[in-house]
């Protein structure tokens, strides 16, 4: 055991990066597009902005931005309020391992092995901060590409159609980074399974990985987007 880790927590916490890494290759790689939900709206990015480019008056794509963007600020917001608990929980270790010391199902572990779970964590929801806050700055550059895109009387040229694919591209840019957030909240969740012990750990994070694939994968999630015609 090194710093109140055993070999069980050190195979939970490979088992949960592996995971991890995983699914952002399946979510972000060649084999998903076209396959996994937020790959095919990539497709209704683009259509939105070669509906946009036709528009003469575009006060809904720039309502429709901004509502992408305080849904960001959000979720940024809570990622700053969750760094600051975890820092919290950080500072007062010896109270807090006091408190949970008494509860059934517990792993026993040292002050530092504590420290390190919380560390961790709290590394999780800084990268989710700084995905959020980028994404929040991608939105920015797609408000500024749809101020520039030409009148729709030149709907059709082929400067036009250029700047519908730089905004689409922006947009979609900013909607991953926006997920790769997301995900971080999700795993932040399979994480804290760990604090109990090096099993549950593995057990919440094949849980959520199943859950997250099924949602992106799933029949359910896509029977929206199969339906062509309208129910009778």
Not at 22 to 49: C, I, K, P, T
Not at 65 to 81: D, V, Y
Not at 128 to 152: E, V
Request: with cysteine; net charge positive.
């Amino acid at each position: 055991m090194s710093l109140g880790f055993s070999l069980l927590d050190c195979i939970a916490l490979g088992f949960f990066v592996v995971a991890w890494l995983a699914y952002h290759r399946l979510m972000e790689g060649g084999w998903s597009e076209r396959r996994s939900l937020n790959r095919r709206m990539d497709v209704f990015r683009m259509q939105w902005m070669r509906n946009m480019v036709q528009r003469e008056n575009r006060i809904v794509d720039a309502q429709i931005i901004a509502a992408l963007q305080n849904g960001t600020a959000f979720f940024a917001s809570t990622s700053l309020l969750a760094i600051g608990a975890s820092l919290t929980i950080l500072r007062a270790s010896e109270d807090v391992m006091a408190i949970f010391s008494h509860l059934p199902m517990l792993a026993n572990g040292t002050r530092e092995g504590w420290e390190l779970k919380t560390f961790g964590i709290t590394v999780i929801f800084s990268y989710a901060f700084f995905k959020f806050a980028w994404a929040y700055r991608l939105f920015n550059y797609t408000t500024i590409l749809l101020g520039s895109t030409p009148p729709p009387q030149e709907a059709d040229t082929p400067a036009a159609q250029r700047h519908v694919v730089k905004a689409a591209r922006m947009a979609t840019l900013a909607g991953r980074h926006f997920n790769r957030g997301q995900r971080a909240f999700f795993f932040a969740l399979g994480y804290l399974g760990w604090y109990v012990n090096g099993w549950v750990f593995i057990a919440t994070t094949l849980a959520l990985f199943l859950v997250m694939m099924n949602r992106q994968f799933g029949p359910d999630s896509h029977w929206v987007l199969d339906e062509e015609d309208e129910p009778t």
